[in-house]
């Protein structure tokens, strides 16, 4: 029987093998691309422009994200509920208390964000609250803890670097070849250069489907440190499905900041076959099937 700690360390895993494998795609690309043009140094100021940009909105995520979902600080009279809730779940897992932030919109959600643990927020909208009992209110604030706790959020921009690279490289080098770009030291041949073109047009989709992979792997691993924390994993297990009951749609969600909710933050669970690849989140019924089949 699985326990909590052997479902961490099998997300763990899982989850790094992924990292692995994005790797491995970027580097293929980035050789195949010099092969063809024969001068690396438009795929270094790919990545230049990539990790700049990046680091740039790790840095500041924390205001960027809370800007662009209209979150506000709670107030210790009117949302006491919450950050009583937060506190006393950061003393327990030893972490700096994070700010705290509503959102306030019918949908049931929440999330976490800032660029480490000293600069973490936790948000979570009107509706979450209004609908959730204390133990699962514990479930859902654990779970964000946990992604704190976890240092989901370097990862998720270590991530985000690799798909930025990615894209960018693969738009160069489609370009390139429309203005006939091969370059006169080049060295490749015809079959080099129709294996560029193709990883030009697919890489992007790949990197894509690793990023949500990744993605949904980490909210595997948030769950079950969350139910560790709690030591009640049937709270998650219920907040979860009472925020996928309501089906509604957070109404400032973008694709910017979809991956960063407990659930999906566009209200729809109706996805099936090859649709969940491009899901962000793990369908609810398999998170609540792992959560309800460990043991602490």
Not at 29 to 38: D, H, K, L, Q, S
Not at 231 to 254: D, M, Q, T
């Given at each position: 029987?699985?326990?909590?700690?052997?479902?961490?360390?099998?997300?763990?895993?899982?989850?790094?093998?992924?990292?692995?494998?994005?790797?491995?795609?970027?580097?293929?690309?980035?050789?195949v691309?010099?092969?063809?043009?024969?001068?690396?140094?438009?795929?270094?100021?790919?990545?230049?422009?990539?990790?700049v940009?990046n680091?740039a909105?790790?840095?500041?995520?924390?205001?960027?994200?809370?800007?662009?979902?209209?979150?506000?600080?709670?107030?210790?009279?009117?949302?006491?509920?919450?950050?009583?809730?937060?506190?006393?779940?950061?003393?327990?897992?030893?972490?700096?208390?994070?700010?705290?932030y509503?959102?306030?919109?019918?949908?049931?959600?929440?999330?976490?964000?800032?660029?480490?643990?000293?600069?973490a927020?936790v948000a979570v909208?009107?509706?979450?609250?209004?609908?959730?009992?204390?133990?699962?209110?514990?479930g859902?604030?654990?779970h964000?803890?946990?992604?704190?706790?976890?240092?989901?959020?370097?990862?998720?921009?270590?991530v985000?670097v690799?798909?930025?690279f990615?894209?960018?490289?693969?738009?160069?080098?489609?370009?390139?070849?429309?203005w006939?770009?091969r370059?006169?030291?080049?060295?490749?041949?015809?079959?080099?250069?129709?294996?560029?073109?193709?990883?030009?047009?697919?890489?992007?989709?790949?990197?894509?489907?690793?990023?949500?992979?990744?993605?949904?792997?980490?909210?595997?691993?948030?769950?079950?440190?969350?139910?560790?924390l709690?030591?009640?994993?049937?709270?998650?297990?219920?907040?979860?499905?009472?925020?996928a009951?309501?089906?509604?749609?957070?109404?400032?969600?973008?694709?910017?900041?979809?991956?960063?909710?407990?659930?999906?933050?566009?209200?729809?669970?109706?996805?099936?076959?090859?649709?969940?690849?491009?899901?962000?989140h793990?369908?609810?019924?398999?998170?609540?099937?792992?959560?309800?089949?460990?043991?602490?």
């Amino acid at each position: 029987m699985a326990t909590l700690y052997t479902q961490q360390d099998k997300n763990v895993r899982k989850t790094w093998l992924l990292f692995a494998l994005f790797l491995v795609v970027v580097i293929a690309i980035g050789w195949v691309f010099a092969e063809v043009w024969g001068n690396p140094l438009i795929l270094y100021v790919a990545v230049i422009f990539a990790l700049v940009m990046n680091v740039a909105g790790y840095w500041w995520s924390d205001k960027i994200v809370l800007k662009m979902t209209g979150a506000r600080p709670a107030e210790r009279e009117r949302d006491w509920g919450v950050m009583t809730t937060v506190e006393n779940l950061a003393i327990t897992a030893g972490l700096p208390k994070p700010r705290v932030y509503i959102i306030d919109d019918p949908a049931p959600n929440a999330f976490a964000t800032g660029r480490d643990p000293e600069h973490a927020v936790v948000a979570v909208t009107t509706g979450l609250v209004a609908i959730l009992e204390n133990e699962e209110l514990e479930g859902v604030i654990a779970h964000e803890l946990a992604h704190i706790g976890n240092r989901d959020m370097l990862l998720s921009t270590a991530v985000v670097v690799l798909v930025g690279f990615v894209a960018i490289a693969s738009d160069i080098f489609l370009r390139s070849m429309m203005w006939g770009g091969r370059g006169d030291n080049n060295r490749a041949g015809g079959a080099l250069v129709l294996i560029g073109l193709a990883l030009a047009i697919l890489s992007p989709v790949v990197a894509t489907l690793i990023q949500l992979a990744i993605s949904r792997r980490r909210e595997f691993l948030a769950d079950a440190s969350g139910a560790l924390l709690t030591r009640y994993p049937e709270g998650l297990a219920r907040a979860l499905e009472k925020i996928a009951a309501k089906n509604l749609p957070v109404r400032r969600a973008s694709n910017a900041t979809a991956h960063l909710f407990i659930a999906n933050p566009f209200g729809s669970e109706s996805m099936k076959g090859l649709h969940k690849l491009f899901l962000t989140h793990p369908p609810v019924a398999d998170r609540t099937r792992v959560l309800r089949g460990m043991e602490i």
